[in-house]
């Protein structure tokens, strides 16, 4: 049972270039969430998916995009990255909207040069 | 506007002693706070959590304080150990909106000394 895992661990980008970043659990969870973490910022939501085939924006959806492609994986792109993309990107899922406590992958470095 | 804040940065206590983490949140329609505990390198792990019909929840170590009238909350770590030395962070959610989203305060770093 992995939980939740996500790909690449880091990521060098140029300006302009894009990517995908892969996030998948195991655990049948209905809900996921994309969430960002800068220094002294804490944790901040991008886009959140309630259940299979819904997704939402969170605090800081600019610049980003995500599809929900099965029950399992939730993925972010960045179309065109900007240095203010350099974070570190959480995967997380929870077993329903109003179940509270979130599962958190591993994380993905994310620099944007 | 940061909803939910965690105002000391860094905390150190030695080994044994007790370690008070504090938060504080604006919003009088959280419902739902926890904490979480990050290593580096690794996702952040759930530890604790309080309702907000609550004002104490304890699981072993671990202490959780809600003061709704100060809109405050507090984890109490007694004993601390070296291994808890880690980021903590406070959230805080609405149950009404049932769609499980979080809001994060900005970590404190705490470092437990041998």
């Known amino acids: 049972n992995a939980g939740v895992t996500q790909t690449p661990k880091f990521q060098v980008l140029k300006t302009g270039q894009s990517m995908t970043l892969q996030c998948a659990q195991d655990?049948?969870?209905?809900?996921m969430y994309w969430y960002r973490q800068d220094p002294g910022m804490g944790l901040r939501l991008i886009y959140y998916?309630?259940?299979?085939?819904?997704?939402d924006k969170g605090e800081v959806p600019n610049g980003y995009n995500v599809s929900r492609l099965n029950k399992r994986e939730f993925s972010l792109r960045l179309e065109s990255a900007a240095p203010s993309q350099t974070s570190v990107y959480f995967c997380?899922?929870?077993?329903?909207?109003?179940?509270?406590?979130?599962?958190f992958g591993p994380g993905t470095r994310l620099t944007v040069t | 506007d940061q909803q939910v804040k965690q105002n000391s940065p860094s905390l150190s206590v030695q080994e044994g002693r007790i370690s008070i983490l504090n938060c504080d949140y604006t919003n009088s329609m959280f419902d739902y706070f926890l904490w979480y505990k990050k290593y580096p390198a690794e996702g952040p792990t759930f530890l604790i959590s309080?309702?907000?019909?609550?004002d104490k929840n304890e699981d072993g170590r671990f202490t959780v304080f809600l003061n709704k009238s100060a809109k405050h909350l507090s984890l109490h770590i007694v004993p601390s150990q070296p291994g808890d030395s880690a980021v903590y962070f406070c959230?805080?959610?609405?149950?009404?909106?049932?769609?499980?989203?979080?809001?994060f305060g900005q970590g404190t770093t705490l470092q437990v000394k041998p």
């Open positions: 309080i309702s907000s019909i609550k």
């Open positions: 997380a899922s929870s077993p329903s909207p109003g179940a509270y406590e979130q599962y």
């Open positions: 655990m049948n969870h209905n809900s």
């Open positions: 959230a805080a959610s609405y149950g009404s909106s049932n769609t499980g989203k979080l809001i």
């Open positions: 998916s309630a259940s299979e085939g819904t997704t």
